[in-house]
């Protein structure tokens, strides 16, 4: 079965710097979602890659797709503490509806 | 405002108990999901439903039931056959094969 592994776990970042999280997957990804969750609260859409070198901005966060459809990077740029959160991808293995979720990683953005 | 709400926020439920979380979109998705999340995990899915009056169970189904009557709910019965059913409880909707939006989400604490 399709695995979505995420690094790294947890992220401590000071205020204005730049940060890169990665999803890797086991299999071919047909659809790689990211979202973003505060605690305690439902998931986010942020941003949706389906072709081999995709690339998507919004706002400061930019989201990639690596040619063989394997990994998938999040970069912020200047972060902020709005960026706060808990950022999972997810990823469908064919032509299914089903997603399945990497662990996430948790972000903390200090002053 | 077209969106997903769950209800309630918080339930707690003493052993031996069924427990039913709620599930209402008004988005006109026609599937929709239930996930469950628990710490250092991502999420995993439950059950899903495709179209009304059809569902399929995904990976952790048991000890849990639903029932698709109608577009726009899909509610989820924490069974006492659930043996830790405490975990943070995400239901979704899409379009087809489309991206996923989430409810705000249901804490379910067994007492």
């Known amino acids: 079965s399709q695995e979505l592994e995420q690094s790294p776990q947890s992220l401590i970042v000071q205020e204005g710097k730049n940060l890169t999280i990665n999803c890797t997957s086991s299999?071919?990804?047909?659809?790689l979602y990211w979202y973003k969750q505060k605690y305690g609260e439902g998931l986010i859409f942020l941003m949706m890659?389906?072709?081999?070198?995709e690339e998507k901005s919004h706002e400061k966060i930019t989201a990639k797709l690596d040619e063989k459809k394997q990994q998938s990077s999040l970069h912020i740029t200047a972060s902020q503490p709005s960026h706060a959160g808990i950022y999972l991808c997810?990823?469908?293995?064919?032509?299914?509806?089903?997603?399945?979720f990497g662990t996430g990683t948790r972000l903390q953005v200090f002053p | 405002d077209g969106g997903i709400t769950q209800s309630p926020k918080y339930l707690f439920r003493k052993e031996g108990q069924n427990v039913t979380l709620s599930c209402e979109q008004n988005?006109?998705?026609?599937?929709m999901y239930w996930y469950r999340q628990d710490p250092g995990q991502g999420l995993r899915l439950i059950y899903y439903?495709?179209?009304?009056?059809?569902?399929q169970k995904g990976d952790i189904a048991e000890g849990y039931s639903v029932s698709r009557e109608k577009k726009e709910s899909f509610p989820l019965t924490v069974t006492s056959a659930q043996k830790n059913p405490t975990a943070f409880y995400l239901c979704?909707?899409?379009?087809?094969?489309?991206?996923?939006?989430f409810g705000p989400g249901t804490r379910l604490t067994v007492l």
């Open positions: 439903s495709q179209i009304v009056n059809d569902f």
């Open positions: 890659l389906q072709k081999g070198g």
């Open positions: 979704a909707s899409s379009i087809g094969v489309g991206e996923q939006f």
């Open positions: 997810g990823a469908r293995g064919g032509n299914t509806d089903k997603l399945i």
């Open positions: 299999k071919t990804l047909y659809g």
């Open positions: 988005l006109n998705h026609d599937a």
